[in-house]
């Protein structure tokens, strides 16, 4: 799976919108960007998948350029809940729909002010 | 209705005892996993099962027991504990989705050992 590296710690303000850049230089042609949310004192989540261009769900966007060498995760309008860590993790579709393992790195710590 | 959910929530005890992490999941999934978090956050798998096989044994030391009873209750025997040990330990069960959005993890439970 590929190695993806992310911003260890991030700031905002509520109402603000938060760009979360991911970069995976050796993502594969058959290789999916997942994002997952993890609140404090609970497992990680499902936020958004996508594979090139746009993905945008109730929660939150997912950008991929064409390179797919990176992609951000865009929420918009944070609030206090939105503090969470976020993790990108990047791997075949088979691992996330089949059962396999998650490869998570570091994520992304991103603390919402009010 | 919890999907996953683990017992107990919190678990101190004392170096070389030997406890037991339950996990049970109500959504029909066939496959299940535990995964550890350690004090920088990473997540990383120890052992996966599907529908009570294990298909997945990371290096993980043999103190450490799964037993899948039926498909859907993964436990975790961990015997002579040690300090290394303390983590947060996350159940999870996947099923295949065709969208990516096919794991759900359990609250955790945070072992601590003294």
């Known amino acids: 799976l590929a190695k993806t590296t992310q911003p260890i710690s991030m700031d905002s303000y509520e109402g603000q919108e938060v760009n979360i850049t991911c970069s995976h230089n050796?993502?594969?042609?058959?290789?999916?960007i997942t994002w997952y949310q993890q609140f404090p004192s609970q497992g990680p989540r499902f936020i958004i998948q996508?594979?090139?261009t746009k993905v945008t769900n109730e929660v939150a966007s997912l950008f991929i350029p064409a390179d797919r060498k990176s992609s951000t995760l865009s929420l918009p309008r944070v609030s206090l809940s939105d503090t969470a860590v976020y993790y990108c993790?990047?791997?075949?579709?088979?691992?996330?729909?089949?059962?396999?393992?998650?490869?998570f790195g570091q994520g992304t710590e991103l603390s919402v002010k009010p | 209705d919890t999907a996953v959910s683990q017992t107990p929530k919190y678990l101190v005890t004392q170096m070389g005892n030997d406890k037991s992490i339950k996990c049970e999941q109500n959504?029909?999934?066939?496959?299940m996993y535990w995964y550890k978090q350690d004090s920088k956050k990473f997540l990383k798998i120890m052992f996966s099962?599907?529908?009570?096989?294990?298909?997945i044994n990371e290096t993980v030391p043999n103190r450490f027991s799964p037993k899948s009873p039926d498909k859907a209750h993964l436990n975790l025997h961990i015997n002579s504990l040690e300090l290394g040990d303390s983590a947060v330990y996350f159940c999870?069960?996947?099923?295949?989705?065709?969208?990516?959005?096919?794991?759900?993890f359990g609250s955790g439970t945070r072992l601590t050992v003294v």
């Open positions: 999870a069960s996947s099923q295949e989705t065709g969208q990516g959005t096919g794991y759900t």
């Open positions: 959504l029909g999934h066939d496959t």
């Open positions: 099962y599907n529908n009570k096989e294990l298909i």
């Open positions: 050796n993502i594969a042609t058959n290789d999916y």
């Open positions: 993790l990047v791997g075949p579709r088979v691992v996330y729909n089949q059962g396999g393992k998650l490869i």
């Open positions: 996508g594979y090139k």
